[in-house]
Nanobody, 126 residues
């Protein structure tokens, strides 16, 4: 059974940084495209960033481009989201998700995600 566990969320002031981790167990991590999503209160879930199975391609949603960095360590079965210059509008529950695909990062979500974590809360105070 594949499990995804997020960690690293918390309370941070605007302008600060956080690093989220997503530990994957029970599957072949190196064959998964990985995504980070977020859902703010009262809003729909939206994609934040994606990374291909090898780490060779990445994609960022416009609101986070140049502030967030997605990465992965296939030896540690872990994906990361480094978040810098955080803004109050970044406040949300952040979820990681995995899909069995070798697609480029821009097309990872084409057929939906196979596995989801339970999320970690990020709160950015002004």
């Amino acid at each position: 059974q594949v499990q995804l566990v997020e960690s690293g969320g918390g309370l941070v002031q605007a302008g600060g940084s956080l690093r989220l981790s997503c530990a994957v167990s029970g599957g072949t991590f190196s064959s998964y495209g990985m995504c980070w999503f977020r859902q703010a209160p009262g809003k729909e879930r939206q994609v934040v960033a994606t990374i291909s199975w090898s780490g060779g391609s990445t994609y960022y949603a416009h609101p986070v481009k140049d502030r967030f960095t997605i990465s992965r360590d296939n030896a540690k079965n872990t994906a990361y989201l480094q978040m810098n210059s955080l803004k109050p509008e970044d406040t949300a529950v952040y979820y990681c998700a995995a899909v069995r695909t070798t697609n480029h990062a821009m097309y990872i979500m084409t057929n939906g995600m196979d596995y989801w974590g339970k999320g970690t809360l990020v709160t950015v105070s002004s």
